[in-house]
């Protein structure tokens, strides 16, 4: 079976690595805070604490999104992506739904959770750098089957959208192309097969991709 | 074969190796010294995915104080961590342990999905070697291992070649080892993978899609000792190759 669908040319995609941070509202670190200093974690993390989005995980605008059999809910994590320009700083921002199999834990890496065929939503467009004042009066809603479910204020990172670039960028040369999501905010919704996700803010067009059945696997 | 991609004359060419030398596309012959080394991977229409397994040895995983994992402990790369054969991996600062990790890289050869561990092989397309340098006083335990301490510019050399798949008789009894300016410091065999290539094509194309050049470093075994700046650090898999790399002070 090839990845869910083909791209509309009409739709954003990414070029290059997608790469999302976890903790990055204050919220899921107050959240999170009671734990932070107990094993495994034993400290509050340092550096922002990254994820990678394989490009397996891509679903453009308007996409059905598979769900395995397997998982009987998904974590929705609304985000704003920064996409890097030429010059290493910011080209423009695009609304993803950074999809989840819910998990407790974030001591291992994600991949089982975050890396499943089609787990990103990313669109429609690409807004332009040039137009945003400020990343930090980004306001996202999410609606499930039309249903307000989270807000996210941008106002609250913990690392707003540059500290964050350049925080980054200590230890890791964003390319041109690359995304790096700035955060999915505090109690994230659970969706589930048949659910409509709408991912809307103010000055972007709205992301919208539904959940369906993965099609049970014939071997490749 | 065995396959390159190289810098010579401010192009970028696919090359064979050829008596001892490389033969490029266009036929002509040049010494390993004439050329840059690049990744040995052709370009793919999407970023390549690139795996890769922690504590995939159960002696590397004594060696941390780990119990073998029951599961693999994998995280994920960006592309932009990989550079080719005989570059420069910096060495940041004021910091105490930096490593080498000699692994068999596994390159995807066709979309892989739903793929049984007996039809395995038929989704490799070769192998090459990596060097999965890690930067230890980074660790953190979210995410572990988290990206500033394996996603670092220039901390992943790979290639030198890229071994078509059918020219590697066993890739599950392959000798493995480091040398640090000439000293022997890890050796080991592929046949001790806790998860071998096998499992692991199947564990992973359950729940995704693996597309050709997508990569999986298949972890390392026991015997990583600290690098500084001016140390010459060669991993080498037998069949495979002998990835030279040097150490540099940041700037």
Redesign the interface.
């Given at each position: 079976?090839?990845?869910p669908s083909s791209p509309s040319p009409s739709h954003f995609l990414?070029?290059?690595?997608v790469?999302g941070t976890?903790?990055n509202f204050r919220a899921e670190v107050e959240a999170l805070a009671p734990q932070m200093s107990a094993p495994?974690?034993?400290?509050p993390?340092?550096?922002p604490?990254?994820?990678?989005k394989?490009?397996?995980?891509?679903s453009p605008h308007g996409a059905a999104i598979p769900v395995?059999a397997n998982v009987p809910e998904v974590e929705v994590g609304a985000s704003i992506g920064m996409v890097v320009g030429a010059d290493g700083d910011i080209e423009g921002f695009v609304p993803m739904n950074d999809l989840s199999v819910p998990h407790a834990s974030?001591?291992?890496?994600?991949?089982?959770f975050k890396?499943?065929?089609g787990f990103l939503g990313i669109g429609p467009a690409l807004r332009d750098a040039q137009e945003v004042d400020d990343p930090a009066a980004f306001r996202v809603e999410v609606r499930i089957n039309g249903e307000l479910q989270q807000t996210l204020d941008f106002s609250t990172l913990v690392r707003p959208a540059r500290q964050l670039l350049a925080e980054v960028g200590e230890?890791?040369?964003?390319?041109h192309g690359?995304v790096l999501m700035l955060g999915c905010g505090a109690g994230r919704p659970l969706a589930r097969v048949g659910d409509r996700i709408e991912i809307s803010a103010p000055g972007f067009e709205t992301l919208t991709n539904t959940l369906v059945a993965e099609e049970t696997?014939?071997?490749? | 074969m065995k396959h390159a991609r190289i810098r010579y004359e401010n192009a970028v060419h696919e090359a064979v190796e050829h008596d001892g030398a490389l033969r490029l596309a266009d036929g002509r012959v040049v010494g390993f010294d004439a050329v840059d080394w690049l990744p040995p991977l052709a370009p793919t229409p999407?970023?390549?995915?690139i795996?890769a397994l922690g504590l995939n040895y159960a002696d590397h995983a004594k060696e941390l104080e780990f119990k073998a994992p029951e599961e693999p402990?994998?995280?994920?790369?960006?592309?932009?961590?990989l550079i080719g054969h005989r570059q420069k991996t910096f060495r940041p600062a004021g910091v105490q342990f930096m490593h080498y990790e000699c692994e068999l890289a596994i390159v995807i050869g066709k979309?892989?999905?739903?793929?049984?561990r007996d039809?395995a092989y038929d989704?490799i397309g070769g192998y090459t070697v990596a060097n999965d340098y890690a930067i230890r006083d980074?660790l953190?335990?979210?995410?572990?291992?988290?990206?500033?301490v394996k996603?670092?510019?220039t901390c992943t050399p790979i290639g030198p070649w890229l071994v078509d798949a059918k020219d590697v008789a066993d890739p599950m009894a392959l000798a493995l080892r480091t040398t640090v300016n000439g000293q022997v410091t890890q050796q080991g065999n592929t046949r001790d993978m806790i998860f071998d290539a096998p499992f692991l094509i199947e564990y992973f194309?359950?729940?995704?899609?693996?597309?050709p050049g997508d990569l999986i470093l298949t972890g390392t075994p026991d015997g990583v000792v600290d690098c500084q700046p001016g140390d010459e650090v060669v991993t080498e898999i037998e069949g495979i190759g002998a990835l030279v790399n040097t150490i540099a002070a940041a700037a």
């Open positions: 079976m090839s990845p990414p070029a290059g690595t790469y976890l903790l495994p974690y034993k400290a993390p340092k550096a604490v990254l994820y990678v394989t490009a397996n995980t891509w395995p974030f001591f291992r890496p994600p991949v089982k890396c499943l065929d230890f890791m040369t964003l390319a690359d696997g014939a071997a490749a | 999407r970023p390549r995915t795996l402990l994998v995280f994920v790369k960006g592309q932009s961590a979309t892989a999905r739903h793929v049984k039809d989704f980074y953190e335990n979210w995410y572990r291992p988290n990206l500033r996603n670092r510019d194309s359950r729940f995704m899609t693996l597309s």
